[in-house]
């Protein structure tokens, strides 16, 4: 994306006031986007973001400038602003030598989005519409989404990285509301992977619509959710944005170092039911939302076990923490846009398989709630406390999934709903989604097999 | 008069004959600065340009978009956007909009006085910000980082139907997150102060936020579930106002996906409520003379009297029903056509201060923290179920704290039962102003 000798000249430069590592990122992303909504083709949008982000660290301060203008100007007065914060000055211009980083690339892409005709994917929409459209007459509104994104990034650093990544995403989304005397109610139903166009060959658009708008019509008969602590059973697949929120965030270095976690200082204790085995991986094959070659700093992704059979075995890194502990990154330096810094982020976070069977696991609860789908949730990493909504969830009567329930609240304590996990199935699915954390947002996974919480509180509304 | 409406200009001017165009320009530039441990942690500082463009031709719209200012990519996303346009569906109502004769109110929403505040200026007060949390009370273990952070924003939007508007406004914000605790239990908090200029921040006002909040829940437990009266602190109930306008959405009525569709005309609230949107409010941080179609921006009454009035409208939505644009248009960057959004609601204040409303409440739950907005609001059916972090009142007093438990109610039970909203209005950092508000009805689900 650029020339290496004029990379060498801008790190050098930005080396000059005395910081120990500068750095230089380079971002060109495409991206592009429709909506069919009503009938009707809407909001096709397409945009083209190009720039690069220079940081100098000098102990333990980082200065940061961004431009978008990649001439040697633009990125030398750049490299000057971000190197304002060393002031020491005077140090002897550095050379760095650069050396390729050749990491494994966790997808292939086969069809690039961009040489697909607008008009191609239009009609995908339009088939998902429509097949909503078709599950009753109580579908008022159906929403279809496509949209694919392409970044090619550069990462260059005075240690002597030289790394470049090139990942394609493509997503499809579809949202029915479902109207009755009982009011309106909502169904969705995502797919994402870091693959191209090829997703289409795997996945039936129209079979998305049928489910969204099933969703929402079941829920029109829904009844309020309960009140109060009950058994949670968490449909495969359903729930790991839950072990993202309520233990994940806490494992990240940036927290832990801080003090800011729960889990700080506990490594090599019990913090889970033995069944629970977490794992973040960037490098998961099959185009999984979070996976890639090397993360925003550089770095291959890898597998790191956070958890294994209930013990705290390692955290999450990025350059700089690692820097700071004297070990080395873990390849969870992830950054919204060139714009951004980067910082300890998960990639595709996920509970291992267990030995149970998932019927059984719902056969084997008299009383409690079922959840198919929850949706997106926060935490507080100092205590732990977590709260989701469930997007779509059934009530679990005498061993069996009967009513559906209208959306509600899950809130826990993540610590303490990791040692309430009493059995986990065989039947291991993953779900692609958004992290956000201090004002960026990063493609992650999440997965889980189905598994039950003994006890988690459901903030309903039912009993009056 | 300025360098970003000649931008705006110079693209419509490349527009084709029998298209329309506009051009919505941005430049921004920020600092932020963290401080952790009485050092400076990170210091960013960046200039940075965005293009959105609109196309409609025969009654179709397209857009793109693009950070950079150089002229053979702008030409690009003009053909880009051109070409989305004649892939969008045709309907008579898709236009741009076009100059409706209101001028902009004469608010002032820029102060030179950022631009030339030095750095080290602002490092210092950083620093002082963060020594000075760590020294205000023994229980606060650690500061997770204090802030400071600024912004000096202009936007153009010029069309071929006529718009031309340029404004600026600055805006400058010192934060702090301490940690307080005792024993296993810790608790984090934010603390912030918000200005035009360096010289609006109140470091003591941070200060005495963030170790409030902090502190305040140490030794919170798990309460009982049960139904009761809840009172929102000022900050908790700016968030809950937000979210009842949000639902008041032009667009979202349109698209059969807000509870208030059919609603126009209709007692939504109590009797006695007031919500109104007026962004010419200069003490709200998104104040601004133009909406993002530059439209003049102008006050908008929600609810008079506990009927709903009008809902919010960009031009689109505008036109699709049938009636003006409430220069609503709004736009989170130039990444995206324009949506609509709230910039400066607030409910009309009641006599009674925060101390009163807990007293007249008697017992109850006073609420100091929500969290899970964003997952557990349905603006279609109208639940809500969020996490609570909070105090209980008991024999109208603050009494014992509480955490990990949800309230629950649905918008329409909310707006309707309203027990008192407070006389302390506040101009907090959202788009909606902070008022103690005490509401009837809410289910609390806890142990």
């Avoid at chain 2, 952070?149 to 340029?166: F, K, P």
């Amino acid at each position: 994306m650029l020339d290496q000798s004029m990379v060498q000249k801008v790190l050098g430069a930005a080396l000059r006031t005395g910081g120990d590592f500068a750095e230089v990122f380079v971002e060109d992303k495409r991206t592009s986007s429709a909506l069919y909504e009503d009938g009707r083709v809407d909001g096709l949008n397409s945009g083209r973001d190009r720039g690069a982000g220079l940081r100098v660290v000098i102990g333990e301060t980082t200065g940061y400038a961004h431009t978008a203008d990649l001439s040697e100007p633009g990125l030398l007065a750049a490299a000057e602003a971000a190197s304002a914060v060393a002031r020491q000055g005077g140090t002897e211009p550095r050379i760095v030598a650069l050396t390729p980083i050749n990491a494994p690339r966790p997808y292939d892409v086969e069809i690039l989005p961009e040489t697909i005709g607008k008009a191609q994917k239009i009609e995908l929409l339009k088939r998902a519409e429509q097949a909503a459209r078709g599950e009753g007459a109580s579908i008022r509104q159906v929403t279809a989404g496509y949209g694919d994104s392409r970044r090619r990034t550069l990462i260059a650093n005075s240690d002597g990285v030289w790394a470049e990544d090139d990942v394609v995403r493509t997503r499809f989304v579809v949202q029915a509301v479902a109207e009755a005397d009982t009011g309106l109610q909502m169904g969705y139903k995502s797919k994402a992977h870091t693959v191209g166009f090829e997703l289409f060959d795997t996945i039936d658009v129209e079979e998305m619509g049928r489910e969204a708008a099933a969703v929402a019509i079941t829920k029109l008969r829904a009844r309020p959710a309960p009140s109060g602590v009950f058994p949670v059973v968490l449909k495969h697949g359903s729930g790991g944005i839950l072990f993202h929120e309520a233990c994940g965030h806490g494992l990240e270095a940036d927290a832990v170092l801080k003090e800011a976690s729960m889990y700080a200082g506990r490594l090599g204790q019990q913090v889970a039911s033995p069944l629970v085995t977490l794992v973040d991986d960037g490098t998961v094959g099959g185009g999984e939302w979070g996976s890639f070659s090397v993360d925003d700093e550089g770095r291959p992704a890898s597998r790191n076990v956070l958890i294994e059979n209930g013990i705290l075995t390692d955290y999450m890194w990025d350059f700089l923490r690692a820097r700071k502990e004297g070990r080395q990154s873990s390849g969870n330096g992830r950054r919204e846009t060139y714009q951004h810094l980067p910082m300890v982020r998960m990639t595709n976070t996920f509970l291992l398989d267990g030995p149970d069977d998932p019927d059984e696991i719902v056969a084997g609860t008299p009383n409690g709630v079922y959840v198919a789908q929850l949706g997106g949730g926060s935490v507080d990493t100092t205590t732990g406390d977590f709260v989701f909504g469930m997007t779509e969830a059934y009530l679990i009567e005498n061993g069996e999934i009967t009513e559906p329930l209208r959306d509600a609240n899950l809130i826990g304590n993540g610590p303490d709903v990791m040692t309430k996990i009493d059995a986990v199935a065989n039947d291991f699915a993953m779900t692609p989604g958004t992290c956000g954390k201090d004002g960026q947002s990063v493609p992650v996974g999440t997965g889980q097999p189905t598994l039950r919480i003994t006890g988690v509180t459901i903030g309903g509304t039912a009993g009056e | 008069m300025s360098e970003l409406l000649d931008i705006a200009n110079r693209i419509i001017g490349w527009a084709d004959a029998g298209e329309d165009v506009e051009a919505y320009v941005v430049h921004r530039r920020d600092t932020d600065i963290k401080v952790y441990e009485g050092a400076i942690e990170e210091l960013a500082s960046a200039e940075s340009d965005g293009v959105g463009i609109r196309v409609v031709s025969d009654h179709r719209e397209g857009f793109a978009y693009t950070g950079s200012l150089d002229e053979e990519i702008l030409r690009e996303t003009l053909q880009e956007a051109r070409d989305n346009a004649s892939f969008a569906s045709r309907e008579d109502w898709v236009a741009l909009p076009q100059p409706d004769g209101v001028s902009p109110a004469d608010v002032d929403l820029w102060r030179d006085s950022l631009a030339s505040v030095p750095t080290e200026r602002k490092v210092e007060m950083a620093l002082e910000l963060d020594r000075m949390v760590r020294a205000r009370d023994p229980r606060i273990r650690n500061v997770e980082s204090s802030q400071y952070g600024d912004q000096l924003g202009e936007r153009a939007v010029a069309s071929t139907t006529g718009i031309s508007s340029y404004d600026r406004s600055t805006a400058c914000y010192l934060v702090t997150i301490p940690i307080a605790g005792e024993g296993d239990d810790s608790h984090i908090a934010a603390g912030y102060s918000v200005g035009r200029e360096v010289d609006d921040l109140d470091l003591e006002a941070a200060v005495a936020m963030g170790v409030e909040d902090a502190t305040i829940l140490i030794g919170a437990t798990k309460p009982t579930s049960t139904r009761l009266p809840v009172v929102f602190d000022r900050r908790v109930a700016s968030s809950i106002i937000s979210i009842i306008a949000s639902t008041l959405d032009g667009d979202a009525v349109l698209k059969g996906r807000s509870l208030f569709a059919k609603r126009l005309g209709e007692e939504i609230a109590g009797p006695g409520i007031q919500l109104t949107e007026d962004p010419r409010e200069t003490r709200a941080i998104n104040a601004a003379r133009h909406d993002a179609e530059g439209l003049a921006c102008r006050p908008v009454e929600l609810i008079r009297d506990g009927v709903l009035q009008t809902f919010l409208h960009n031009s689109e939505s505008a036109r699709r029903t049938g009636v003006a644009s409430t220069a609503s248009a709004a736009r989170a960057d130039f990444k995206s056509k324009p949506g609509i959004s709230m910039r400066a609601v607030s409910l009309a204040p009641g006599d009674m201060d925060e101390a009163a409303i807990i007293a007249a409440v008697g017992n109850g739950l006073f609420v100091k923290n929500i969290i899970g907005t964003n997952s557990g609001v349905n603006r279609i059916s109208g639940d809500i179920s969020v996490g609570a972090e909070g105090l209980m009142i008991r024999n109208g007093q603050l009494a014992e704290p509480v955490r990990e438990c949800t309230i629950a109610t649905t918008i329409q039970r909310l707006l309707k039962e309203i027990l008192h909203v407070g006389n302390d209005t506040e101009w907090l950092v959202s788009s909606s102003a902070g008022v103690t508000l005490a509401v009837d009805g809410i289910a609390l689900s806890g142990l």
